[in-house]
């Protein structure tokens, strides 16, 4: 199953009816049969490859958003959503951080078709451990991150870098590359060019592969919370 015109066009047609129920009931079949099902089948895909090398993560068609907000939510952007997403990640063991995570969204604004994975909300507690394992383990991380495929598929670390270098760390030392990073994902933007490519599912699957020693790295790196 593949994204289609159709795909986009619910999007756009979503956002343009964004408080109008009566057009999603309409046309529910739309975000069924060319969002949902190319997301399910995608989702199928990455559960057969990938489940065993990411335990204590469900990969299920449940991890897809639902088309509508709640009723006490749909001010902030009307009652239906002209995006879509899935987050997969261990289950959260507090209310204050987010845990490693891979991340798929397509929407009708450019800047909503984002594929994406590793530590994007790091706690303080998150940061710690990825700092003393940036150390630690230098060697294998950088590694991960300067092997060519994962350059050519992924682009490199991204996320925000902090103006002043952290308190207790050698600004001069190899890791330092990586110490100045508050957030550690990789992550990339496509086109819905791209997005309609046949072989965009295929290709996305194949990038994650790319990418699972450092998502493994950084999991390993932070743990869960335990209370």
Known sequence: MKFTKNSFKYFDL?????????????????YENDVKAPL????LELNKKYQRRLP????????ITRPLRPKNR??????IKSHTHISLAEKRTSLFEWNPGIYLQIGAD???NFFGLGLYMTSSRQMSLLRNALVEDFDQ???I?????????WGGLKGDTYKRFPKGFDPDSPPAKYLKYKQFYLGRSYSRKEILNPKFGAQLVKDLGVALDFFTWVRNAVGTYRK
């Open 40 to 43: 399910q089948a995608l989702l």
């Open 74 to 79: 749909a001010t902030e952007g009307g009652l």
């Open 14 to 30: 979503a956002k343009k009816n964004k408080n109008n129920r009566d057009w999603f009931d309409k046309n529910k079949s739309l």
């Open 145 to 153: 991150l300067t092997a060519n495929k994962l350059k050519k598929a």
């Open 141 to 143: 991380i950088d590694q």
């Open 56 to 63: 204590r993560i469900e990969i299920s068609p449940d991890k």
């Open 110 to 112: 450019a800047d909503e």
